[in-house]
């Protein structure tokens, strides 16, 4: 919302007068103008020596030059007399507001009488060089159709129902067995909606006689029972399982290692089965454990898995000249000479540019 006020002094002894004299509005003490939210706001004020009042005027006109002429606005503007200590006097003290309205031409909002010759005589009213304080207050907001929230909506929690599906399993009707013998059952419809290979696997091309669900057991001979858990529990609700968030934050090295193996055994069991946004959080799992004995199986990790953020955490690692000479005492170039050569080369070619600059 955008805002502002202004505050005319008026003098005392002037309204005592018998002949008040009318403020003409284009004097610099009666008047007041601003623009707002590509509005001209006016504010005036006049004597009146019959009725002996002070009275106040706020118009307002569109400005031309602003493009949002047919927007409506809601605004808000008030008046008050202000007594000794500054504090608005509540019974001298008016206020009006409209919304969504559109000022298509001059308007003007009257408050007459605002200061009456009674008052003329309260000094409470008046501060310590005899002068009413009157402040004006306009605040004009941008009209938005959004209605008042009655009902708040809580976040999804899909996932959590999803969840509770796979782990009471209730309606399974697609079972796997992983290297050592563990058996995990599931929901084909959840497993094809969320992977295209496995949709493959059990609907399209690829489907086969141990996957019509006449009761076989899909064997997944290479991937690990905890890998293929935490595939499961990506699949039902989207996020790895609390159990996997390893982090640079423990102190013990091993347990360093740990948790970036698991993330290359996650990274590949994603990519295998197309998961991307799993493949995105375990390169960012992996870029937080990029050291220099660990680098160059990161990027050969990048490159076989298609992985173009993770490889370039690992150039940016190895443009700082202590990384680079760390990695250069491990066996590293001759891991990347073996595994992926041009890879190799992109980041010889990488680091010539940043020697040479």
């Not at 707002?36 to 006016?42: A, K, Q, S, T, V």
Request: one cysteine or more; a negative charge; proline letters at 5%.
């Amino acid at each position: 919302m955008a805002s502002e006020h202004h505050q005319f002094e008026i003098a005392g002894t002037q309204l005592r007068q018998l002949g008040w004299r009318a403020h003409c509005p284009g004097n610099s003490d009666s008047s007041w103008s601003t623009s707002i939210e590509g509005h001209n706001w006016l504010c005036t004020y006049s004597t009146d020596s019959t009725s002996g009042t002070v009275s106040f005027t706020l118009s307002g006109h569109p400005n031309p030059d602003c493009e949002v002429l047919d927007e409506p606005i809601n605004a808000w503007f008030k008046f008050s007399l202000l007594d000794r200590e500054g504090w608005p006097v509540p019974s001298r003290t008016r206020a009006s507001s409209f919304q969504n309205w559109r000022i298509q031409q001059n308007w003007e909002w009257e408050c007459p009488g605002f200061i009456t010759r009674d008052d003329v005589e309260r000094q409470e009213y008046l501060n310590k060089d005899g002068c009413f304080t009157v402040r004006c207050d306009l605040a004009i907001k941008p009209f938005t159709a959004k209605a008042d929230a009655f009902v708040t909506v809580p976040p999804s929690d899909l996932h959590q129902h999803l969840g509770d599906l796979l782990a009471r399993k209730d309606g399974a009707d697609v079972t796997f067995q992983v290297a050592g013998g563990e058996t995990f059952s599931a929901h084909r419809c959840v497993l094809a909606a969320r992977s295209p290979v496995f949709r493959a696997q059990l609907f399209g091309e690829m489907k086969d006689s141990k996957s019509t669900g006449d009761g076989g057991v899909i064997p997944i001979d290479d991937m690990e029972a905890q890998v293929f858990s935490s595939l499961l529990a990506f699949i039902y609700t989207d996020s790895l399982p609390p159990e996997t968030d390893g982090t640079p934050s423990r102190q013990q090295h091993g347990d360093d290692d740990e948790a970036m193996v698991q993330y290359q055994h996650l990274l590949a069991a994603a990519d295998r089965y197309g998961l991307e946004r799993m493949k995105l959080v375990c390169q960012d799992k992996l870029c937080k454990h990029i050291r220099a004995d660990s680098v160059a199986t990161m990027l050969v990790l990048a490159d076989r898995h298609h992985c173009p953020g993770l490889k370039e955490a690992c150039f940016h690692f190895l443009t700082s000249s202590a990384n680079l000479d760390s990695f250069t005492d491990t066996d590293g170039f001759e891991v990347l000479n073996a595994s992926c050569p041009a890879v190799l080369k992109e980041l010889l070619t990488k680091l010539a540019c940043v020697l040479i600059f």
